[in-house]
């Protein structure tokens, strides 16, 4: 049996316009006379089908002509005009779509609720009234705004569609990376529903960095570290997340995530799905809970006894304000503390503080208050409130320092170096009774009269326990941070018998590797010429994988750590606005989708999502 001859394959010339009339439009010859359609571009059929139907054109306009391009060209815009009475619909469907996606995506932003798409469309509507009064084109503008799908079903469909291709390009860029790490942490939402928070940090070829939320996951019973451990095992193997590439986990000090035994951190490390990792507790943690050694209970109790009283009544509260806007004070209230805030106490004393003077007034003409409080002329204890307001400023101070996006473990760890010196250089200035570091207790001291007083000792030791607190707290990043010194400057005098195992420790690399690669790497000519060294900077993308694979792999490692969990507790201050106690009823998928559009830094593909939606118009 022979084989089938392959089919020949015809292509149009344009030539073919002037010399037959016709154009090529939809995969079909069209004759620009009569409509007529040629499924064949041949030339022989063409110029018979001219010759036939059309010979008259032949001698009314002649060949190679000026009037023949002239009829062509009239001729070819008659044929788009027709088309487009088919395609512009299409065309205005497809743009109510995109712009329907755009806003849904706007509200999701905002963290509005679905519904509000219907209230945008509505003031959309009233303001075009009155921007487009003008306009000759107002009734196709407003009927284009009237177009837009925006109903709380079709913004519901809309954020889950973008939501999906989010995730698409997300796992996309995890296939891609080298190497990642994780951030978890956990916190209940408005009905009292378990989240699993987890944010990725990326690191690629080129050493540039991501970060983005992999996924928030419910916990509908116990929070045990193997509950937590089985709820992301199961997102997993549901995702094909690529474990082998992991290279640290970060958590806050529950028991449940930090356990010896049972904690999810110890699962995983038992667990032969996971690589050998680091794991930390979150810096910003640590930080917080070497402030709370500050033993000054008396004057935190006294203080929020006053304030509470204050504001715990309206009237009360309202006769204070009142009385500060008379005086004419800075502030118009008293600020309340709660643990769970970390800046919460330093800015409560130092409201207080300044509005000493204001609540004592109040406090002496109010008839509610029996109780009266002797330590507000106390000379002490204002000195100690003063004491107290200035550490915890400082303390605010570096907390402020560590939160924040794309935050290198690196700074981090230099933000708290550059704190235990200051604690130092506090400590050994109230020794001599220097007190310019303490403008609130040099202010209330002045105020006394005691310019030269000779301050207790109870002042330094409550620096020293601090200071103690710090270096007790921090030793888990005592391997770290040569590392990290040695990757911001390669090109100092290292001692290489050092540096060289405690790399090949952290990152499991050999160790024999690594000395060469540093021997070799500090006496290159070329790298120390062409680069300023830095973890988040070009230098290390300049080193050439096969030269230097065991530095590269430490620098692209280091570059993936994640030095606290601030991406998900600010990811818990959006989910309190997204599930609030007016949408209780939000599922789970649809507060995971919201919380990612509010989140991401990626773009959702708008014509991609278009083409495969139904491009109709609103109801």
Known sequence: ?????????????????????????????????CNAAVAIPKKGNLERHFLTVHKKYASDFPARSALRTEKVSELKRQLAAKQAVFTRPVNKSKAATVASYRVSRVLAKRKKSFKDGEVFKEAFLEAADTLFADFKNKKEIVSSIEDMQLS???????????????????????????CFSLQFDESTDAVDVAQLCV?????????????????????KGHT?????????????????????????ITTDGAPSMVGRTAGFVALCKLSESFPDFLSYHCIIHQQ????????????????????????????????????????GADHTDLLLHTDVRWLSRGRFLERFLELLPEIKEFLKHSTTHAVAYSQLDDGQWLTDLAFLTDVTNKINDLNLELQGKGKHIANMISSV????????LLLSRLQRCDLRSFPHMEAELRRQGKESVELSDAYAQQIQSILSEFERRFADFASIEPVAQFLCFPFANVDVDC????IATLFSLDGSAVENEILTLTNDIELKARATPGISGEFWNLLLEEKYPSLRQCALNMSSLFGSTYLCESAFSHMKIIKSKYRTTLTDDHLAACLRLALSSYRPDYEKLADSSQCQKSH
């Open 152 to 178: 709380r079903n079709t913004v519901t469909r809309r954020c889950e569609a973008m939501s999906g291709d989010i995730e698409q390009q997300l796992q996309n860029d995890i296939d891609a990376c080298l």
């Open 288 to 327: 917080q809970l070497c402030g709370k050694i500050l033993n000054m209970k008396d004057v935190m109790d006294v203080a929020m006894k006053i304030a509470c009283s204050v504001r715990a009544r309206s009237l009360q509260r309202r006769l204070f304000r009142a009385q500060l806007e008379e005086a």
């Open 224 to 248: 045990r570290g193997s509950d937590i451990f089985d709820t992301f095992m199961e997102f997993v193997s549901k995702s094909n997340l690529p474990l082998f590439k992991l290279t640290s």
């Open 1 to 33: 049996m022979s084989e089938a001859k392959k089919a020949k394959t015809y292509h149009f010339h344009r030539e073919w316009e002037d010399d037959y009339f016709f154009t090529f439009s939809n995969s079909k010859s069209v004759c620009l006379i």
């Open 199 to 219: 944010f990725i940090r990326m690191v690629f070829g080129d050493m540039t960095a991501k970060e983005e939320l992999l996924t928030i996951l419910p916990l």
């Open 499 to 502: 540096i060289a195992p405690q």
């Open 417 to 424: 170096n550059a704190f235990k010196t200051k604690l130092r």
